[in-house]
């Protein structure tokens, strides 16, 4: 049985209340909360940059120089695509021993607006490339650093940073007590929909914040399948095709042109059909309305950049009918060689299942599947619509008001991710009612950003010197 399953994180069979608050308290002494402040670079601690590297192995070679470049252009930029990085260094910090299922990489830009299957506009978690269970500490530090980063990016002061962090781990930790006192199933339901973050922008932030929110979830609700297809579609020869957009979106035809292409997508016709066997059975019905007409390499995010993904234009009832889904490779979590195997032999089931159980809502046609490729090597992918209602924060336009409101938003909706999965009891009682964790935050998400700026300029010098290749950021749309 691999060591990394899910009765590791929940409470102990028949524990009652009290006796999971002794659990939490007990922790404080394993590792006092005061303890979470310090970060200092272990002695033999990995050289960053070959973590990145053994990453890149792994990954479509030409494509990695566009994700280097991508981490070079700012340390926020950077960060993004360290989760490795960061997961090596969290393992030798103190936690609780409590463990939860982790997004694995909850820095501040993978919060935010998506759909749920009802067509409520969500505030959630949105990627789970990483998820594994685990310390919820390391979580909760890696969004507390990353309001950190992005705090000096817009020239916030030591005074304004502190503040926001502790306002973020204030939050997670006060709904955590919140949910520690909730029936189970009411804990299951808990999420937080549009309005009601429109009702707490009313306190929080000022009027013109206030104007951005309302325009960014009119935006996201327009970010879907339509919207993707009047983007990224053309005709051909009468013919609705995937439009090339060079190196960021190659049609299948492109890349493999001595290939046919009949063939090209009778091999991803046959993944969509094996993957819709990862769904319920109504929405395997309604993905049999559609059917496969293009599909395109697509080079997305920062961290992800190099692995393979594709997307899928799927027609219904007519051509003004799309869906558009993606199909994503899962590789073993950064996470793993410190917490442990997954318990699932398909990296890609690892990933959905993590999100499943994290999100208070996720994608219907969010699924699995393993591939043997045209190079004959077998991948595990996870598949979920390209778009659905998706909105995602510009924290280059944050003040520290505002990142503060974004933040509290964060640590509540992580503390539910957490409390679904870890003993939501235990947690908070470890927590506690004072600020102790919430000040040792601050403290490691500053020496933590000193430690990211630091590895962002050894990346730097790497490309100066011709260590590692990085594409001219003009030249990726070329």
């Known amino acids: 049985m691999p060591r990394n399953d899910d009765t590791a994180m929940r409470a102990v069979r028949g524990a009652t209340p009290e006796e999971r608050v002794a659990l939490g308290r007990a922790a404080r002494k394993r590792s006092p909360r005061s303890g979470h402040a310090e970060y200092r670079p272990a002695e033999d601690r990995p050289d960053p940059l070959e973590i990145l590297q053994g990453q890149s192995s792994r990954r479509v070679p030409e494509l990695v120089p566009i994700r280097y470049s991508r981490m070079s252009e700012s340390p926020f930029r950077f960060y993004r695509g360290a989760a490795a990085i960061m997961a090596s260094d969290l393992a030798a910090t103190p936690d609780s021993g409590i463990r939860a299922q982790l997004c694995g990489d909850a820095h501040m830009l993978n919060f935010r607006l998506l759909a749920s299957p009802e067509r409520r506009l969500l505030f959630d978690i949105n990627d789970f490339d990483?998820?594994?269970?685990?310390?919820?500490?390391?979580?909760?530090?890696?969004?507390?650093?990353?309001?950190?980063?992005?705090?000096?990016?817009?020239?916030?002061?030591?005074?304004?940073?502190?503040?926001?962090?502790?306002?973020?781990?204030?939050?997670?930790?006060?709904?955590?007590?919140?949910?520690?006192?909730?029936?189970?199933?009411?804990?299951?339901?808990?999420?937080?929909?549009?309005?009601?973050?429109?009702?707490?922008?009313?306190?929080?932030?000022?009027?013109?914040?206030?104007?951005?929110?309302?325009?960014?979830?009119?935006?996201?609700?327009?970010?879907?399948?339509?919207?993707?297809?009047?983007?990224?579609?053309?005709?051909?020869?009468?013919?609705?095709?995937?439009?090339?957009?060079?190196?960021?979106?190659?049609?299948?035809?492109?890349?493999?042109?001595?290939?046919?292409?009949s063939a090209l997508t009778e091999l991803f016709a046959g993944l969509v059909e094996r993957y819709s066997g990862t769904l319920a059975s109504d929405r395997r019905t309604l993905l049999r309305d559609f059917r496969l007409v293009d599909a395109a390499r697509k080079v997305v995010g920062v961290g992800s950049v190099g692995t393979r993904c594709w997307i899928f234009l799927l027609l219904g009832r007519d051509g003004r009918d799309p869906l558009f889904l993606q199909a994503k490779e899962a590789d073993t979590s950064v996470l793993a060689p410190h917490v442990g195997a997954s318990a699932y032999k398909n990296q890609g089931e690892r990933v959905v299942s993590g999100q499943r159980l994290m999100q208070a809502a996720s994608d219907i046609f969010l699924g699995w599947e393993r591939v043997e490729g045209i190079d004959g090597r077998r991948r595990d992918f996870y598949v979920r619509q390209l778009r659905d209602w998706k909105g995602i924060a510009v924290a280059e336009q944050m003040v520290p008001t505002g990142m503060r409101a974004f933040g509290e938003l964060c640590g509540f909706t992580l503390a539910r991710a957490h409390a679904r999965s870890g003993d939501r009891i235990a947690i908070a009682a470890y927590l506690g009612g004072g600020q102790s964790f919430d000040r040792a935050l601050a403290e490691f998400a500053e020496?933590?950003?000193?430690?990211?700026e630091r590895d962002h300029a050894a990346l730097l010098e790497a490309v100066r010197s011709g260590r590692l290749p990085a594409a001219d950021p003009v030249a990726e749309r070329a």
């Open 130 to 261: 990483e998820t594994l269970p685990g310390p919820w500490e390391w979580d909760v530090k890696r969004l507390a650093a990353s309001l950190v980063i992005a705090g000096r990016a817009n020239g916030f002061d030591d005074d304004e940073r502190a503040d926001v962090v502790r306002a973020t781990v204030r939050s997670y930790r006060e709904s955590m007590i919140r949910f520690a006192g909730m029936r189970d199933l009411d804990v299951w339901y808990a999420r937080m929909e549009a309005d009601h973050l429109q009702e707490l922008a009313a306190d929080k932030i000022a009027k013109r914040g206030r104007k951005s929110l309302a325009r960014a979830l009119v935006k996201a609700r327009t970010r879907d399948s339509l919207q993707v297809f009047e983007k990224l579609t053309e005709e051909v020869d009468g013919q609705l095709r995937i439009a090339a957009d060079p190196p960021l979106l190659v049609p299948i035809g492109d890349l493999l042109p001595e290939v046919e292409r």
């Open 447 to 452: 020496a933590y950003a000193d430690q990211n």
